[in-house]
């Protein structure tokens, strides 16, 4: 039972450069979220999709784009890296945002740690 | 962007010590959840409360969903190694989208 994986688990970049962090869940969710965390800041939302074919900014998107590949990948790109993003990223998952039993539950992955030099 | 003020930022104490954490914002919150996170590991979500003054233990946690609906309080009886990590309370406004996180407790516990 995987649950929500992330790859890859380390990254180092130099400014300038691009990447695309994968996500994937195996729970049939049709909530994905990417989230952010920097010491002291707690977890800030980047992007969500709450369905497939669609997605929403969230509190810090600049810089980052997204693809709802299909249900299952959710994928995070950066298209030219800059110091700030350094910080450690997690993709999450949930039930329906409004009609699950559940929605509260976000089930995250064990992170990327990313940094930018 | 919506705030949750999580205190305290760290705790150290000694195994078996009772430890309390609490979390207010500034709006009202009609959900409030209390997540850990283990060191390299994403968050995993302790309890979820629904309703003011709703007290509810998850084992040795103990959770409360404060009156006026802007406090939660997470209480950790008897401590033990374990528990080391990071406590995030979280709750989702208006919009069920977003989840806005507190900036976390961190508990170490000398054994």
């Known amino acids: 039972n995987a649950g929500v994986t992330q790859t890859p688990k380390f990254q180092v970049l130099k400014t300038g450069q691009s990447m695309t962090l994968q996500c994937a869940q195996d729970?049939?969710?049709?909530?994905m979220y990417w989230y952010r965390q920097d010491p002291g800041m707690g977890l800030r939302l980047i992007y969500y999709?709450?369905?497939?074919?669609?997605?929403d900014k969230g509190e810090v998107p600049n810089g980052y784009n997204v693809s709802r590949l299909n249900k299952r990948e959710f994928s995070l790109r950066l298209e030219s890296a800059a110091p700030s993003q350094t910080s450690v990223y997690f993709c999450a998952s949930s039930e329906d945002l409004l009609f699950g039993l559940d929605w509260e539950k976000l089930f995250f992955g064990s992170g990327t740690q990313l940094s930018v030099l | 962007g919506q705030q949750l003020n999580q205190s305290p930022q760290s705790m150290f104490i000694q195994e078996g010590e009772d430890v309390s954490m609490n979390c207010t914002s500034s709006s009202i919150f009609n959900t409030w959840l209390w997540y850990k996170q283990d060191p390299g590991e994403g968050p995993v979500l302790l309890i979820a409360l629904y309703k003011a003054g709703e007290l509810t233990s998850n084992g040795r946690l103990t959770a409360q969903f404060g009156i006026t609906r802007k406090d939660s309080f997470l209480n950790i009886s008897a401590s033990i190694p374990s528990d080391v990590g990071i406590y995030f309370c979280?709750?989702?406004?208006?919009?069920?989208?977003?989840?806005?996180f507190g900036s976390g407790t961190k508990l170490n516990v000398k054994p």
């Open positions: 979280a709750g989702p406004i208006y919009n069920f989208n977003k989840f806005y």
């Open positions: 729970m049939n969710h049709n909530s």
């Open positions: 999709s709450a369905s497939e074919g669609t997605t």
